[in-house]
Each structure stands twice: as C-alpha cells, then as structure tokens.
DNA sequence: CAAATTTCTTTACGCGCGTAAATTTCTGTC
DNA sequence: GACAGAAATTTACGCGCGTAAAGAAATTTG
C-alpha cells in the first residue's frame, strides 16, 4: 500500500502498464486475461489500493453481483443462524449478500423486497413470513427477480422452495414418544405464523392415527413473534384450565417449548425422561438454545446445512440458466432426531 | 400503477411534464420543490412506479445515503435486537442502514469495514469484536468514515463512543445481593472477547472492596462466542475442582449464566432467592432469553433504546457537522436492575 | 401593475465503468 | 521464420443521474 491516490480504473490501468479495458475485464474475470498481465496488474493492485467504484460497476450490468436474504426475523437465532450459512455460501461463490430481516412485519417484508428490486440482484433466497406476507407482493417480485423460497412455502411462488421436511419431524418424535412412554399431546398456537405450524399439526395427527392413539391438540392463544413468552402464557392458562393433563407433550417448535418448559418449572413441574418426573417435553427445530433450557430439549433437527447448500445450489443454476425452471422444484430434508433430557 | 414502462428519469420527467433536473431536485428533497410540481410528480409518481436508479444517484453523489451498522454477532439475539432498533432509526431519519455481522471473526470485521468503504456511506455505528479487533485497521476505516462506536469502546477509535457504564450495572447487582443475602462471587471467562467483560471485573473488586467484603472471582477457560457452552462447561469444571463454593453467584453476562443455570440444572442444585435454594445467581445484559431461563434470571438491563437513539443522533451530528468533532465524546448509560426469580 | 424574487426549463458536461469493433501485438506451432 | 490464433490496445459510445449556468416563466412584493 503505497503510492499516490488512484481514482479511477483509467488512473490505475496507466499506473499499472495495462489498458483499462483489459483491467476491467481482469475485474470481471481473472482468469479471462493472460498470466503475466495478471501478474502485472496484481502487483499494482497492492502497490496501490484499488478497487473498482460498485456504483458505477452495477450501472453497468444488467445483473448486479448481488444476491439477497431475507428472513423474517433476525433476532430469532434459527434464522440468524441460516442467514449466516446461506451468506457465507454466496460470498463462496463470488457474489455479495445482502441480509434482511422483515422483523415479522408484512410491511417490512415488501419493503425488503423493494429494497432488493432497486438493488437489482442477481437472486434472491427468501423465507417468507408465511401467513403475514403480501402474497401478491412476493409473486410480483418473484416475476421480476429469481428467487428461491425457502423455510416457508408459498404455494407456486418462487422458483423452488427448499425447506424441511415437517412429516418426517413429527414422525420420528411421536414414534420416539409413543415408543418409550405415553402417546403424546400436541401444543401450539392457534394462529400461527408460519406455515410449518400447520403441517406439523396435520402430520401428528396423521402419525397418532397410524399408531392407533387418539391426538389431543392444545391450542394456545398469542399474536406475532414472542413465541415463548405465548408458550409459557399458554402452558400456565392450559393448567388452570384443566386442559392440559397429558404427561408426554410434543411442541410444534422450540421457541414454545422455551416457554413451556419456563412455566413448568414456574409451577415446580419436574420435566423429563428420568424416573420421578412429572411429564417429558419434546420439540422441533433444535434452536440454538435449546440445549441449554432445563432440561436440555429433546428435539428434531433441522439439516440447516443441506438445506442452504441446496437453496443456494437452486439459486445459482437459475441464475446460470437464464430462464425459469419448467417445473417448480420442491425439495425437503428429512429431521435428524436429536435426544437430550427432557424426554 | 399503470402506463407503460418507464425506463429512466428522462421518460419519466417526460411522462409527469417535469423536466428531468426539476424531477431530480424533487427526489433528493421533494420540499426543494413548488407544491404544485410536488403534486404533479407525486401523481406521476404512483401511475408509473419509477424510482431513480440507486446506481447512478450514489455515483454521483459524493456521499451516499447509506448508514453502516456493524455488530460482532448477528446470531446474538442482544445485538441483532440493538442492530434492528439502530435500523429502524437510520430509517426514520431517511438513510438507508446496511447491517452486518462479523461472526465473532477478525477477518469478518475487516471484511465489513471494506465492504463499507466501497459503499461509501455517509457514517457507520460500529459495535467492534473489542479484543479480536485488528486495531489498525479499525483506526484506518475510522479516519476516513465518520463512525460512531457502540457497546464496546476502543480508546481513541471512533469519533464517539455511546455505551452502557458498565460500573452502574455492576453496582447495582453487587449492591442488591449484599444487601439481601451473601455476598456473591464473580463468574467470568478468564479471556473474555468483549472489553466491557474487564470493566465489569474491576467494577466487581471495587465494589466488594467499598463494601468491605473478600471478593472472590471465578474465571473459566473457553474461547469464542459460545459463551453458554463456556459457562455450562466451566460451572461444572468449577464444581468439580471445589472452586465454586459460594451460595450467590454474579455472572459477568446474561449468556455465560445461561449456561451456568443449565449446570446448576444437571447437578440437581436449586436456583433462586426462595426459601430451600441452593444459590442465588445474578447477571448483566437483560438478554431476550434470560426471562425464560430457569429459573428466571435477575439482571441488569441496558438502556437499550438510550443508546441506539443516542449513537444515531451522535452520528448524524457529525454528518451534518461535516468535520470531525473536536473531543471524542464518551457517554455511558446507567443499567436497570432487573428482578426475576434467580437471585 | 411593474419590479423583484423564486422556480422551472434548457442545455450541457461529467461521474466511473461496461463493452463493442477494429487494430495491433503477442503467443505457440510447424 | 512465417503464420494462425489468442490476447491486448485503441477508440468510442452509452448507462442514469447530479449539477452547473443561463434564460424563461411563474410567483410574490410593494
């Protein structure tokens, strides 16, 4: 890093020997320019500091570099956590992210998406709010950019959707349940967000049925995004309404289960699978802070990894491609049973 | 939203019988204009969707609307909390935030710092790694980008610094717990990433000193941002070496008491102020989760809100200014102590 | 109503770079 | 050493907008 202050491409290509159409095709593509001119202007390059101005880079392109993501809540680690896969999975193939959190609001939601429209991406990899989104809002922006859906279906929007697969997460915790003690209960809220809720509520009801249980759905009360503090509300009013007796509860996700288990202990419930316990809780997601609740959380994980490498795998052939999939793809991965204390 | 597709400023100028340099004024301040133009192009404004190419405007422009927030972990629900409410502000004042998190990782931070600069923002609220900080380098980007720092300091970096007095907060919980029960021990990690970690520290000695007690400081190994592993991993560590003998307990953050309170849970100990517990532990940072903890956890909350909106107007302040200002300033906001059931 | 003032229009240039076309220079091969 | 093909250079234009200058039009003032 030295030398006088470059302020353009035109000003480093003379200082570095090289015509400045070479070194903007050296910018779009090292490998396009032959080895000893690369040499050249790399040597210049940390001679002098340089890097092309993405304003006017951007203009120029039709497509920019960059790929959005958008999430419906970045406070809530589990999306946090796949922002930061999905992001570092972009930069790895030579795009830049841009990480947005639509805070659980239907208007931060479009005005991301328009956000994005005005940065013209290449792609984006949305995870819609589910039931709060502005489902003519995500199609028309879905018409003009590639997008990729994931966490959170929305019926025929998007090029694909990859996600997880809520059959195969209640499965495996109703058979764990139902294998090593009473056949479960199943909580939740009534109006909930995302659309997972509601599959996973048909899917243990499916999966009582087959094993020949009767299901005992408790629907609990709550708006919006404090899912646990609606979870520990909800428990304590299903006590004392006498509408939760079952010893063996399955949480449609953690974040209830967080606030299940707060209440449980509130009330001086012991929760686990230990002898002398008064009921076992098990859940769905593997939230980052689930192993630390007490007890430690039994739950279903997410193949958080297969699925960013797959939603962004999706997103790049799109891009690639140039055109629409013929055929909308889905593609789920099954959860990975994940056993800890409390049941 | 109708009529054709408009492709620039000159079609629309065109479109709303404007011309282009008027239309232009009204988008970089529509009260530059005459009412009966603002109306004009605001009834334009909806028949077409136009909005000016954000390429173009930010080349042109010698600093750009944009206000860079950076946080040393977005998968933190603390600072994903801060980074939304500083958002929301940035927004309310007509500039455009770009959030980024450094993932706890030098390199990242730096990473975000260039990718800052090539966006040429108008001004930066940084929350730094603190002791992971490549210091040199956060002291280059500072001296070209009016920055604002936050959360934790780095003497002499920044035009400013906005905080929580880290003093106030442990203050109050030392001062809470002599008062109403044993004087507590300190928990800390003996290498922690985050400088206020230190602060608190001493402000833990001085006040066990003023108070005429022994203070007793417990540190735990561990490196990272996993700090409830740490604290899970080092309670026990601490349990078995004999080291950790005290009924009262004083986190040095909310997250590594997240993780003692798991310990405590798998050794069986009863946590909380009520009669027949075992210990007291108390904490600072009033994190999203800790009132979800078991047992609910007593702590010192920031003043959240003083500080985001105190760093936005400080920056904005040194935007219009145009001029560095001419003593850093430094302020600190005194804790809330917050009751729960642990302490 | 004329003068003073504000606002708008017209014209024109520049920002930094992508990119196309035509030409020149370089590379490797026989 | 001649030659084909690859790569670099020169030249030139365009992207969409900011912005300055000068004059025309609209508004306010007295």
New binding site residues.
Partial sequence: MSGQKI???????AAS?????????Y??DPD???D???VRIEAALDQYD????I???N????LTKNIGIVVPFLSDPFFAEIARKLETLVIEAGFRPVVLGSHGGTEQENDNLETLRSLKPAGVLLAPLGRASDKSAVETFCRHVPTVLFDSNIEDIGEAFIGSDNISFVDQTVEYLCRTGEPPSFFEMRTPANPNANKRRLAYLAAMERAGHAPDVISVEGEGWGFEEIGRRGTHDAFDAGSLTSRSILCSNDRLAIGLLAACYERGLKVGRAEGSDLRVASHDDHPFSRFTCPSLTTAAHDYDAVAEQAVKTLFELIEGGRPLNDRKELLYPARLVLRDSA
Wanted: no cysteine.
């Fill in positions: 302020r353009n491409m035109e000003e480093f290509a020997g090289i015509s400045r159409p070479t070194v903007s095709k910018f779009n396009s320019v032959r000893s001119t690369r340089y890097r092309p101005n304003y006017a880079v203009q120029n392109r039709r």
